[in-house]
């Protein structure tokens, strides 16, 4: 059965739900196809249930690209001012956690219901369990889904990145790419927890469940945030941002108490040099369990005062060496993609390629954590949908 339409989306997620109710207003015929049973699925599942749905102080500066110019044209075109407005159109309560992170007051299914009634006030058609198979590309664009087969002048891929496979990711995007003979940047699991190298976690991981502010520090960025000990290794907002820089077989640099020092009563005293007393310090600044096995494993054997300026020392810059990252099944978004050099900035369309374009998490554009990654969904489908 062959369907026609102006314009096929890839994907019902963030990106392509807004590309579609954009590109609907413009009186385009538009049809989303996604291969899970519902769209929007990693949207009910953010922010807790709440959908982290953007981030007030949203700047170029909080994304990872091969080229970090890239972002600011679509940023600049729709700006999380811009999406908040649509929140309030729609009288749904949001409030400001922290950092500037905006969530819904009530559940994430408040900003999917918000984007379907947006797209079929437009009349954009979503079809669920749609298993692409292919693309060709003659006078127009053909996908081919088992005995169905849909034609448009212009196709969207939104199909996302590699991050949650049980939630329907797959490389179907980056496939389509290369098909079109577009590049791609070597994509790798960001914002992940990471796992400990053996001696780390026979010392650390039976106090998992423990949490403290810490800097983590990699390849020039740090992280000022809360750091949580798993059973594994460590996870928690600052080890999700860090990991998103971080590279195999490198350092990740920990400050344990970034609120000053620590043991500058110990240098003062001339008596009270022993380990009871430094854990006694180290537990203003850690929770117990943890302040007293990381002096147990790291305390001097005499307490000179060169031995505790190097304890000092050690507490702010302390270095961690992962074995690896928990994968794509347990990372929010996937770092790399299609290259941008490939894409048009301020339209998302392919340089080689005229009417195919790429949004949302599948190009090389990956933002911190905090709602940035939504931002970026909404910036980039708003950019294609204005240009299909």
């Known amino acids: 059965m062959r369907q026609d339409f102006d314009v096929i989306i890839l994907g019902g997620g963030a990106a392509g739900l807004m590309c579609a109710m954009e590109a609907g207003k413009r009186g385009r015929r538009v049809a989303v196809l996604d291969r899970a049973e519902r769209v929007g699925k990693k949207i009910l599942i953010s922010g807790g249930g709440r959908c982290n749905f953007t981030n007030l102080h949203c700047r170029p500066e909080n994304f990872i690209s091969a080229n970090p110019h890239f972002a600011k044209s679509a940023l600049a075109r729709y700006t999380p001012a811009d999406f908040i407005t649509l929140v309030k159109k729609h ?11 905006l969530f819904c007051d009530h559940s994430a299914h408040e900003i999917l219901s918000m984007l379907e009634k947006e797209c079929a006030a437009v009349g954009v058609k979503v079809l669920t369990d749609i298993n692409a198979e292919r693309v060709e590309r003659g006078g127009d664009f053909a996908l081919f889904a088992s005995d169905r ?11 996302g990145g590699l991050s949650i496979p049980k939630m329907g990711a797959t490389g179907f995007g980056y496939d389509l790419a290369r098909q079109f003979g577009l590049k791609i940047v070597t994509t790798r699991p960001g914002l992940v927890p990471l796992v400990f190298n053996e001696d780390d976690r026979k010392n650390y991981c039976d106090l998992s469940g423990l949490s403290a502010e810490v800097v983590a520090s990699t390849g020039g960025e740090s992280f000022r945030e809360k750091m949580l000990i798993t059973h594994r290794g460590v996870s928690g907002p600052a080890i999700l941002q860090i990991s998103s820089y971080w590279k195999t077989a490198e350092a990740i640099s920990i400050d344990l108490a970034p609120g000053g020092e620590v043991f500058g009563a110990l240098l003062a005293s001339a008596s009270g040099r022993d380990l009871n007393t430094a854990k006694a310090l180290l537990r203003s600044a850690l929770p117990q369990r943890f302040a007293d096995r990381w002096l147990d494993l ?25 074995e690896g990252t928990e994968g794509y099944a347990k990372a929010e978004v996937t770092v790399g993609g299609v290259d941008t050099n490939e894409l048009s900035a301020k339209t998302m369309e392919s340089r080689k390629v005229p009417g195919v374009f790429f949004i949302g998490e599948v190009v090389d554009v990956t933002g911190h954590l905090g709602g940035f990654n939504f931002q970026w969904a909404w910036s980039s489908g708003f950019s294609a949908g204005q240009a299909v």
């Open 298 to 322: 790291h305390s001097p054997k005499g307490w000179t005062n060169h031995a505790i300026a190097e304890l000092e020392r050690e507490t702010h810059h302390g270095q961690v060496l992962p």
């Open 91 to 101: 009288h749904i309560p949001f409030h400001e956690k922290t950092l500037g992170q």
């Open 149 to 159: 087969e849909f034609h448009a002048s212009a196709l969207v891929v939104a199909t």
